[in-house]
């Protein structure tokens, strides 16, 4: 089939666009009538396709309960990797004193600091700093990003004072949260599979990164160690368990997406012999990873194709913040291109893979105005169209299809979690009430998402079951959680 491209749409109503002698092009005109007959179809199709009624949901959380499980008994057991972060001691309240963590995740590094109070103070003071990585460290050598981040922090500590103090004797010690793939050997070490995320730093990989940290402070002649390496996730549940014990999960749903919750360590056949004073120790699922019996679309399985990962990460794919607004995208440029949505020719703008953000359908989605001004503009904004009522009607009933399917999706990788833990007799949503923390900016930011994940989790636990279940957000408590973490997992004597 045959598209014309559109002309760059005009604010105004008209349905004629001016075009300039100079340009020499003949009037074009600008239909914004949608072709509601045959895109009908293609929106009942697209909403078949995405459904979750609940034997899809209860599907999902019973496959994501049987991947951990095959995942704990061996490793490459099944597509959720189970790997130990070796956490297993949880921040009390009681804990006392000043500790640090310094979070490596993206383009910026963050340090902070903490003084804790224990029980009755509690956090007495916090600080923090950002920094950005200069581009060329994120493809130079391994010393001199390190080099980098340890300079980052021996400014941020000459700074310490106020309400800060360390006990007399110690050294400071440092909560490292690193988002990027590890290989966690204990507590404190880790080796870097591969460097993503933009990165290409020489010589890392096959490294433990908290020894190429350490060293790094050493040649800068600061006196800190680094008593925790952490995920994001377990970030977030450290942080979030220091205000309740009732806390088990972590669930982050910001560009990518993961899990981690506390398991029993005799519920891990391929860690036998691992002590943990608990009994307990906290497994990271990587969750994004799961893929077993997913409602997907055309729509997605063409992004996954055209993805850098083909064939991977296929949850996260479905339900993140990275491609939500993009697989949106793809249902509106076949609209387009089939149905005359935008009238007669397929914004280019739109066109463009990832132009549309997640944040834009969230944003399309608050509109509750008579005429959709808002979205309206949206679309004239990132895709150059004017659009008609039922064109907006149509955009908004497609952001709604895929941020429910996301969201209820979310909702069932939880329950499943949840079934998991409940199996070995925790009684985790029968005899008490557990938190699940939740942290990301898909979640913090687009309620109608955080609506339909609650509705998916009281769908499949009944009445009864979801009373005892508390999804809660945690904001921003990995970076405070890595902290507790250095504190709990501190090399001096303590009491907390
Ligand atoms: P990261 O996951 O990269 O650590 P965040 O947790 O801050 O970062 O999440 C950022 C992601 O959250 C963005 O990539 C985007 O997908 C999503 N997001 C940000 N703002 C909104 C919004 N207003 N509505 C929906 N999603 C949003
Ligand atoms: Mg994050």
């Known amino acids: 089939?045959?598209?014309?491209?559109?002309?760059?749409?005009?604010?105004?109503?008209?349905?004629?666009?001016?075009?300039?002698?100079?340009?020499?092009?003949?009037?074009?005109?600008?239909?914004?009538?949608?072709?509601?007959?045959?895109?009908?179809?293609?929106?009942?199709?697209?909403?078949?396709?995405?459904?979750?009624?609940?034997?899809?949901?209860?599907?999902?959380?019973?496959?994501?309960?049987?991947?951990?499980?095959?995942?704990?008994a061996v490793d490459g057991g099944s597509d959720l990797k189970m790997i130990l972060s070796y956490v297993d001691s949880l921040p009390t309240g009681n804990e006392k004193g000043l500790f640090y963590a310094l979070d490596l995740g993206g383009t910026n590094f963050r340090v902070l600091r903490v003084q804790l109070g224990g029980?009755?103070?509690?956090?007495?003071?916090?600080?923090?700093?950002?920094?950005?990585?200069?581009?060329?460290?994120?493809?130079?050598?391994?010393?001199?990003?390190?080099?980098?981040?340890?300079?980052?922090?021996?400014?941020?500590?000459?700074?310490e004072g106020g309400k800060f103090h360390l006990a007399q004797g110690r050294m400071r010690e440092i909560g490292f949260t690193f988002s990027f793939p590890v290989k966690q050997t204990s507590i404190d070490a880790g080796i870097l599979i591969k460097w993503t995320k933009?990165?290409?730093?020489?010589?890392?990989?096959?490294?433990?990164?908290?020894?190429?940290?350490?060293?790094?402070?050493?040649?800068?002649?600061?006196?800190?160690?680094?008593?925790?390496?952490?995920?994001?996730?377990?970030?977030?549940?450290?942080?979030?368990?220091?205000?309740?014990?009732?806390?088990?999960?972590?669930?982050?749903?910001?560009?990518?997406?993961?899990a981690c919750y506390v398991e029993?360590?005799?519920?891990?056949?391929?860690?036998?012999?691992?002590?943990?004073?608990?009994?307990?120790?906290?497994?990271?699922?990587?969750?994004?990873?799961?893929?077993?019996?997913?409602?997907?679309?055309?729509?997605?399985?063409?992004?996954?194709?055209?993805?850098?990962?083909?064939?991977?990460?296929?949850?996260?794919?479905?339900?993140?913040?990275?491609?939500?607004?993009?697989?949106?995208?793809?249902?509106?440029?076949?609209?387009?291109?089939?149905?005359?949505?935008?009238?007669?020719?397929?914004?280019?703008?739109?066109?463009?893979?990832?132009?549309?953000?997640t944040p834009h359908i969230s944003a399309i989605q608050q509109d509750n105005s008579k005429d959709l001004q808002a979205v309206g503009s949206i679309l004239y904004d990132v895709a150059g169209v004017n659009s008609d009522l039922s064109a907006r009607k149509i955009v908004v009933e497609v952001c709604d299809t895929l941020a429910k399917r996301g969201g209820r999706l979310a909702g069932a990788g939880i329950v499943g979690i949840l079934q998991k833990m409940e199996e070995n007799s925790e009684g985790v949503m029968s005899r008490k009430r557990t938190i699940v923390a939740m942290d990301g900016g898909l979640y913090e930011h687009y309620p109608q998402y955080r609506r339909y994940l609650q509705d998916a989790v009281t769908e499949l636990l009944g009445s009864e079951l979801s009373k005892n279940v508390v999804i809660e957000h945690s904001k921003d408590g990995s970076g405070i959680g890595a902290a507790l973490l250095a504190a709990t997992n501190s090399k001096y004597e303590h009491e907390f």
């Open 264 to 357: 029993r360590v005799d519920a891990i056949p391929k860690l036998q012999g691992l002590k943990s004073s608990s009994g307990r120790t906290i497994v990271n699922t990587e969750w994004g990873a799961f893929s077993n019996g997913l409602p997907l679309t055309e729509y997605d399985r063409e992004m996954d194709a055209e993805s850098i990962n083909p064939g991977e990460q296929i949850f996260e794919k479905t339900i993140s913040g990275m491609y939500l607004g993009e697989i949106v995208r793809r249902v509106l440029v076949k609209m387009a291109e089939a149905g005359a949505l935008f009238g007669e020719c397929v914004p280019e703008k739109l066109s463009t893979p990832f132009m549309l953000g």
């Open 119 to 159: 029980k009755d103070e509690r956090v007495i003071a916090t600080e923090f700093d950002q920094v950005s990585i200069p581009q060329d460290l994120m493809f130079g050598t391994t010393e001199d990003l390190f080099d980098f981040i340890a300079s980052g922090l021996a400014k941020f500590a000459q700074n």
């Open 198 to 258: 933009g990165f290409a730093v020489s010589g890392t990989a096959g490294k433990d990164v908290v020894a190429c940290l350490n060293e790094a402070m050493e040649r800068q002649g600061l006196n800190m160690r680094v008593s925790a390496l952490v995920n994001d996730t377990v970030g977030t549940l450290a942080g979030a368990r220091y205000w309740d014990d009732d806390v088990m999960v972590a669930v982050i749903l910001g560009t990518g997406t993961n």
């Open 1 to 72: 089939m045959s598209v014309a491209a559109c002309p760059p749409a005009v604010r105004s109503v008209s349905l004629w666009r001016p075009r300039t002698a100079r340009m020499g092009v003949p009037r074009v005109r600008v239909a914004v009538q949608s072709n509601l007959v045959s895109i009908a179809p293609m929106l009942t199709k697209l909403q078949r396709d995405c459904a979750t009624p609940l034997p899809v949901l209860r599907h999902v959380a019973d496959a994501m309960a049987d991947d951990m499980r095959a995942g704990l």
